[in-house]
């Protein structure tokens, strides 16, 4: 039998409860202690693939030094006379994460919850898995398309779909911290793009397939590695990541290369193992269809703070729904940028009926 409207609030209030505490009621906001957000953090990890391979960085602080994972320091030295000198691990980072205030409101209408009841699951279960989903997809879109902290009273997720206006993400903070290892990127007096010192950039067309720049994706991806510095270029870790554009791109070129049956059955075999270069390729949920990055995913850190996050469910007669609102701060950092080498999403240009076009799905990167 359908549960009504009432037992469905019911139980989430119920589940809220045994999750948060029994101070929890409708319409009232409460402070999430540190270990629930940690829980809660975890939990978004394991809704994307690559979110498991990324740094989740828990902080108390709004902003400190910047600690890493990435893997390019030896402790190895020839033995000398006199006194001895070990060397650190290299962790911590000149630069700094600056973690910005965001509102992660969801809202599902009560027909919707009516609909969700007829299934037998715990009605908080159903709800929390959709909360779930939803905000980390929220990370994954905003932490590689934000391009910018307009703050909330700007927001709008009709002119800016991709996140762009809610926080800078992973990709502009190479923009901005490192231009230098951003392939596409070219010093302009006149360009209109900004690093964090205000000097001017322009992108540069790159041309990928025969008579282009670069004759392949893999040839791209294999500079794009080149460019990493020499003591992280060893880590069997380093990935191609790419967008869907690019990827089809550098499966449409094996596929025709391929003549006879057996080139047509290595190429198929090439595709299977998913790699370029011998680096595996990966592409995310939400990343840049026309976008490339070189790096170990771990590179990729995501901070949040435990502490300073709310959170509120109550009705909402209006438009007869029930909104779950979460207040928090969260950062998006490259940790080692020298260790990590993209290509401007506004760069790469393909052969489309034999003339040179954006591969198709693109959008252009910088807010206008």
């Not at 989740?56 to 000398?80: C, L, P, R, Y």
């Not at 060397?87 to 599902?108: P, V």
């Not at 279960?125 to 932490?143: E, F, P, Q, S, T």
């Not at 191609?240 to 049956?261: C, F, H, Q, Y």
Request: proline fraction near 3%; include cysteine; glycine fraction near 8%.
């Amino acid at each position: 039998m359908a549960r009504t409207l009432a037992q469905l609030r019911q139980e989430l209030l119920l589940g809220f409860r045994e999750n948060f505490g029994n101070q929890v009621k409708f319409g009232v906001q409460f402070e999430v202690t540190p270990s629930a957000v940690q829980s809660f953090e975890e939990k978004k990890r394991q809704q994307f693939a690559f979110l498991n391979e990324i740094d989740f960085f828990a902080t108390e602080s709004n902003t400190d030094q910047i600690i890493h994972m990435v893997d390019g320091t030896i402790v190895d030295k020839s033995i000398v006379t006199g006194s001895r000198q070990a060397s650190g691990t290299g962790t911590l980072s000149d630069r700094k994460f600056l973690c910005r205030a965001i509102d992660q409101d969801a809202q599902a209408t009560w027909k919707e919850q009516l609909a969700w009841g007829r299934q037998k699951q715990a009605f908080y279960n159903i709800w929390r898995a959709w909360v779930l989903r939803a905000r980390a997809r929220g990370l994954l879109r905003v932490g590689f398309n934000g391009q910018t902290y307009l703050g909330n009273a700007n927001s709008s997720l009709t002119n800016y779909p991709m996140g762009e206006e809610i926080q800078e993400g992973w990709l502009e903070y190479m923009i901005k911290n490192y231009p230098q290892n951003v392939i596409g990127l070219v010093a302009d007096a006149n360009g209109t793009i900004l690093d964090k010192d205000g000097n001017k950039y322009s992108v540069e067309q790159i041309r990928i397939g025969e008579g282009g720049d670069f004759v392949s994706m893999a040839e791209l991806a294999q500079y794009g590695k080149s460019k990493i510095e020499i003591v992280y270029r060893g880590d069997t870790g380093i990935k191609v990541i790419a967008g869907d554009a690019l990827n089809s791109t550098r499966k449409n070129e094996l596929m025709r290369a391929a003549i006879d049956p057996m080139q047509q059955a290595a190429a198929d075999s090439l595709l299977q193992m998913n790699s370029v270069s011998n680096m595996a390729v990966t592409t995310p949920d939400e990343f840049p269809v026309s976008g490339m990055c070189v790096t170990n995913p771990i590179n990729f850190q995501y901070v949040y703070q435990v502490n300073g996050v709310y959170r509120e469910v109550r009705e909402w007669s209006d438009a007869k729904a029930t909104q779950d609102l979460l207040h928090m701060q969260r950062d998006f950092v490259i940790p080692v940028p020298e260790a990590f080498v993209m290509v401007h999403p506004d760069a790469p240009m393909v052969k489309v009926n034999d003339e040179w076009s954006h591969p198709i799905g693109w959008t252009e990167w910088s807010l206008t």
